[in-house]
C-alpha cells in the first residue's frame, strides 16, 4: 500500500496514553493512517460505523465492553469488517473466542514494532499471529510448536522466528468430519492450510493459480461455515 493510500485503522484501548503511542508507532512511516482513538468498547461499533477503516484495532481487556464483544458485535453487522486484537495478554481462551468470532489477528503489544507490517499484511488477506500466539495455538490445537506454523495457517507471523513446516498429510488421511463435504481437491488444500502454507506455497505444490487457491478457500470455508484460515486449520487437526 503506498504513502499515497495509506492503510485506514481505528483504534480503540482503554489506556489513552497507550493509544496515543501506538498511533505514532503506527503511523512513523506514513503508510498508515489512524482515522480515529478510542478509550471504550462500546465505542468501537459507532466508530466504525463512523470511519469504515480498513481495519479495525481493539485491545481485549477494556472495563465496559470487552474487545472481543465489541468486535463480535461488529463482525454480526459488517461481516466483512478486518478485527484485529492487540492485547498484552496470549490467554487460550481470549484466542479462541477471537479466532471463533472471525478475528484477521491476535497480536501482543510488545511486539508493537511490527504493527503496520502486520496489518499491511492483514490487508493483503493473511490472519496474523503474534508469535506467543502462535505457540498458543499449535498447543490449543496439539502440535508441537516446532513441527510447522499450522498455528498460523498461512498467517504472517508477527514476531521472528519462523518454522519450517512438516510433511503434508495424504489427502484424507487425517481429514476430520468437516471435511466430508469437500471435494478432493479441496481436502488437499485442506490439509495445506493446516500445515501452516501460504496460498503461493499451495499454489505451486498443486501446479495451480493463486486465484484457484483463493477460489477454493472460499467454498472450503462456505461449506464448513468456518471465518478463517486458521479455523480450518483448528478444524483439520481437532
Known amino acids: 500500500m503506498s504513502a499515497a493510500h495509506p492503510l485506514s485503522v481505528v483504534l480503540v484501548d482503554d489506556d489513552a496514553l497507550v493509544g496515543s503511542s501506538l498511533r505514532t508507532i ?10 480515529a482513538l478510542g478509550t471504550k468498547g462500546a465505542e ?34 459488517h461481516p466483512e469488517a478486518r478485527v484485529v486484537f492487540l492485547t ?42 503474534g508469535s506467543d500466539v502462535t505457540e498458543r495455538v499449535a498447543a490449543l490445537i496439539g502440535r508441537p510448536t516446532g513441527s510447522g506454523s499450522a498455528a498460523d495457517s498461512g498467517a504472517h507471523p508477527a514476531g521472528p522466528g519462523a518454522s519450517h ?18 471435494t478432493e481437491r479441496e481436502r488437499d488444500i485442506a490439509a495445506l492450510i493446516a500445515e501452516g502454507l501460504d496460498n503461493r506455497e499451495i499454489a ?29 486449520a483448528i478444524a483439520w487437526w481437532r
Open 204 to 232: 505451486r505444490a498443486l501446479y495451480l493459480s493463486e486465484g484457484t487457491v483463493r477460489n477454493h478457500i472460499s467454498a472450503i470455508l462456505q461449506k464448513a461455515g468456518l471465518k478463517s484460515r486458521t479455523q480450518i
Open 44 to 77: 468501537a461499533a459507532a466508530l466504525y460505523e463512523a470511519h469504515r477503516p480498513d481495519i479495525i484495532l481493539l485491545d481485549i481487556r477494556m472495563p465496559d465492553m470487552s474487545g472481543l464483544a465489541a468486535g463480535a458485535a461488529i463482525l454480526a453487522t
Open 88 to 129: 498484552t495478554f496470549a490467554d487460550d481462551d481470549y484466542i479462541v473466542q477471537a479466532l471463533r468470532i472471525g478475528a484477521r489477528g491476535y497480536l501482543i503489544k510488545q511486539e508493537a514494532a511490527g504493527l503496520a507490517e502486520a496489518l499491511s499484511a492483514v490487508m493483503e488477506g493473511q490472519m496474523v499471529l
Open 165 to 182: 513446516h512438516a510433511p503434508t498429510p495424504p489427502a484424507g488421511e487425517n481429514a476430520p468430519a468437516f471435511a466430508a463435504g469437500l
Open 26 to 35: 503506527l503511523e512513523a512511516r506514513g503508510t498508515v493512517t489512524v482515522a
